[in-house]
């Protein structure tokens, strides 16, 4: 996942780019149907365009199935250390659950760890970012992860690699999303149960989103419009 300027078909390197804000729509829509308080949050690393895209796919997600739902949202710095700090994670999410938040998203890298903590200590939920983070969190830490944000690394990388096998490879950069299987959410042994009952619903917004129904916002001015354009 990265980005070198001025690329080309012709160019032989490729760029893998994912539509994190695809993803981040969805596990927002979960966070808000499972939510009972009413109150959710997301806890984002450094302060840049790149985490404030899965912050507006996560706010227009939950505010899609339930306009009434809250959205308390931090950052933990303006420097890379945003996304090294599990103490600030922690800070982060405790308070936010302080003030009703039931569930607490996090992109913010190792800061995540933090929060993960943080659903412990208050038995509260929080969502996993980049893979399903269930997988390798702390034993006392799984039962409160309700689903992880993934950014499916080996699709994209099998799919160059296949385009390259099949003679059809071009450089430049490509986008992956619902549509082509490189960004979705968690769903595992751990987990399958508390999202049961919102799996269909969070399939079809999948379908909506895929067939173009629904755009998601990938920014602070898109998602402004596209709150906007709720009903009412």
Do not use: W
Not at 154 to 168: L, M, P, R, Y
């Amino acid at each position: 996942d990265g980005f070198v300027p001025d690329l080309t078909d012709a160019s032989n390197i490729v760029c893998l780019l994912f539509n994190e804000h695809e993803g981040s729509f969805l596990v927002g829509a979960a966070a808000a149907l499972k939510s009972r308080t009413g109150v959710i949050g997301f806890v984002g690393g450094m302060k840049i365009p790149l985490i404030e895209k899965f912050e507006a796919g996560y706010i227009a997600g939950a505010r899609y199935v339930k306009p009434s739902i809250r959205v308390l949202s931090d950052y933990a710095g303006t420097t890379g250390e945003a996304f090294r700090d599990p103490v600030k994670g922690k800070e982060l999410a405790l308070a936010q659950y302080d003030r009703r938040a039931d569930i607490i998203y996090h992109a913010s890298g190792g800061t995540g760890i933090g929060v993960f903590e943080a659903a412990v200590v208050k038995k509260r939920l929080a969502i996993g970012v980049d893979a399903d983070q269930s997988l390798t969190v702390k034993d006392d830490q799984r039962p409160q992860i309700l689903t992880s944000m993934m950014k499916r690394v080996d699709v994209s990388v099998f799919e160059t690699i296949k385009a390259f096998v099949d003679g059809q490879y071009k450089g430049g950069y490509k986008n992956f999303g619902l549509a082509e299987g490189g960004v979705g959410y968690a769903e595992n042994d751990y987990n399958k149960d508390m999202i049961a009952d919102i799996k269909d619903r969070l399939e079809d917004l999948k379908q909506k989103i895929v067939a173009g129904e629904i755009k998601v916002p990938a920014s602070k001015a898109e998602l402004d419009t596209f709150l906007k354009s709720l009903p009412k």
